[in-house]
Nanobody, 121 residues
Framework: QVQLVESGGGLVQPGGSLRLSCAAS????????MGWYRQAPGKQRELVAR???????NYADNVKGRFTISRDDAKNTVYLQMNSLKPEDTAVYYC???????????????WGQGTQVIVSS
C-alpha cells in the first residue's frame, strides 16, 4: 500500500501565493513521474504540472510562468509553488505518483485525497 498526503491548500487572495506539498509513504521502492492535477466544480480533472524522475517538467498552458513543480526524492515528496493566483485556479488539487514496489517491478499510479485551494477576495 502507498499513501499520498497533500498539504498546503487554503484560502488566498488573487495575486497571492501558496505552496502545496505531497508526501508519499508505504511500500515504495522507487517513484517515476509525479504530478499535480486539479478539479474545479462541474469540470473534469485536469493536469496542472508533471515532473519526471529525471527532473523534466511540463505544465498546463494556463499555469505556465506562475506555477513551479519540484520534487525531493530523499523525502518522496513533490511540491507545487503557485504564484500570482487567480480565481480560476480555485479547485481541489490532487497529487499523483507512479510507484514501483520492487526493483524491476511495474509502476502503479497512486492518488492523494486532494487539498482545496480557493482564490477569492
Amino acid at each position: 500500500q502507498v499513501q499520498l498526503v497533500e498539504s498546503g491548500g487554503g484560502l488566498v487572495q488573487p495575486g497571492g501565493s501558496l505552496r502545496l506539498s505531497c508526501a508519499a509513504s508505504g511500500s515504495i521502492f522507487s517513484i517515476n513521474d509525479m504530478g499535480w492535477y486539479r478539479q474545479a466544480p462541474g469540470k473534469q480533472r485536469e493536469l496542472v504540472a508533471r515532473i519526471t524522475s529525471g527532473g523534466s517538467t511540463n505544465y498546463a498552458d494556463n499555469v505556465k510562468g506562475r506555477f513551479t513543480i519540484s520534487r525531493d526524492d530523499a523525502k518522496n515528496t513533490v511540491y507545487l509553488q503557485m504564484n500570482s493566483l487567480k480565481p480560476e485556479d480555485t479547485a481541489v488539487y490532487y497529487c499523483q505518483a507512479e510507484v514501483a514496489y520492487r526493483s524491476g517491478g511495474t509502476y502503479f499510479r497512486w492518488w492523494g485525497q486532494g487539498t482545496q485551494v480557493i482564490v477569492s477576495s
